[in-house]
Each structure stands twice: as structure tokens, then as C-alpha cells.
């Protein structure tokens, strides 16, 4: 096998590593209560907006369906899907960006982690 070739598939084999250790990083960082976290989702009313998988009658069609969230690569396609990003997001959004559907949420850091996790657990 040629040396290009070879270096292309290592660097595609680490980049593929990468992903999954990230999701499970992101994780790591949130230290939220997933089960907490859809109760606080379903609390504020999050699946008016959005489509949730294990949120029932969560069937928006506003917002993106979060299905798949833990291996997005941005949220609301321009911020690193990273954890702090994501608490921020969820928290002030319209800050962020002024011209997002996405209201901010008045949560307790807590809360705000609670919901981070499970997000983080859909894969």
C-alpha cells in the first residue's frame, strides 16, 4: 500500500475514534441526571417545538427533531456541540443567536444538565 493511502486511512480510522470518544467525553462533562432531565424537558414543554424520542407526544415541527443529538457536530448548526456550549444554548439562546425561534430557559444549573445528559443519550 502506498504511503498517501496508508496515512489517509490511519488519519479516517483516528477521526472515526475521535467521534466516539467525544460523545462519550461530552457525557462525562455534563454529569446530569438523563431521567431528571426529560422530566425538566417535559415540564417546559420542549416537544411543542421539537420531535423527542422517549418524550411522548413530543411532535413539534419548529425546531430540529433531536433524535441523534449526542453525534451532531453543532448545535443549531453553528456552535460545537460541546456541553457548555449546549447549557448555554439551552439557557439563552436568543443571546446566541437574536434571530433563533429557541427561547432561554430560566433553569438551574442542575436542570440544565439534567437536560444536557439526556440529550446526550440520544444517539
Not at 477521526?15 to 470518544?21: H, N, P, T, V, Y
Amino acid at each position: 500500500m502506498r504511503p498517501r493511502r496508508r496515512f489517509a486511512l490511519l488519519l479516517l480510522a483516528l477521526l472515526a475514534g475521535c467521534e466516539d470518544s467525544d460523545v462519550g467525553d461530552r457525557r462525562m462533562l455534563v454529569e446530569g441526571d438523563p431521567a431528571a432531565g426529560l422530566q425538566v424537558m417535559r415540564r417546559e414543554g420542549c416537544g411543542a417545538c421539537h420531535l423527542i424520542p422517549g418524550l411522548r407526544g413530543a411532535r413539534g415541527r419548529v425546531g430540529p427533531p433531536l433524535a441523534g443529538f449526542a453525534r451532531r457536530g453543532y448545535i443549531a448548526g453553528q456552535f460545537p456541540n460541546r456541553a457548555p456550549l449546549l447549557i448555554r444554548w439551552i439557557r439563552e439562546a436568543p443571546a446566541m443567536t437574536p434571530d433563533t425561534a429557541m427561547p432561554g430557559f430560566a433553569l438551574t444549573e442542575g436542570e440544565l444538565r439534567d437536560v444536557a445528559a439526556y440529550l446526550y443519550r440520544l444517539q
